[in-house]
């Protein structure tokens, strides 16, 4: 079992930047990848980002260049830092972890951008 839970949200303008944090606890050797996902109104949950044990990071197309994905092994915190938001990035932010071939997710954590 792995538990996630995300912090960092808020409210920004549009323009600012927000970081959000995920600290995993329970099994956090088992997992294989992070990462986040976002969940507007009456839309479907959509990927944003992810990150390997090995490092390796993926990004969705439409927040590429704009979002970053790190960790830190040390303190198994997983951060998406997130610049030149926009209103339309609004939405639920949501931590993901995969182990053992199995999905976890937080809580999720609100980012509204104000015009």
């Known amino acids: 079992q792995v538990q996630l839970v995300e912090s960092g949200g808020g409210l920004v303008q549009a323009g600012g930047s927000l970081r959000l944090s995920c600290v995993p606890s329970?099994?956090?050797?088992?997992?294989?990848?992070m990462g986040w996902y976002r969940q507007a109104p009456g839309r479907q949950r959509e990927y944003l980002a992810a990150?390997?044990?090995?490092?390796?990071?993926n990004y969705a197309e439409s927040v590429k260049g704009r979002f970053t994905i790190s960790r830190d092994s040390v303190k198994n915190t997983v951060w998406l830092q997130m610049n030149s938001l926009k209103v339309e990035d609004t939405a639920v932010y949501y931590c993901?972890?995969?182990?053992?071939?199995?999905?976890?997710w937080g809580q999720g954590t609100q980012v509204t951008v104000s015009s």
């Open positions: 993901n972890a995969r182990a053992n071939g199995l999905p976890y």
């Open positions: 329970g099994s956090i050797f088992s997992i294989n990848v």
């Open positions: 990150i390997s044990s090995g490092g390796s990071t």
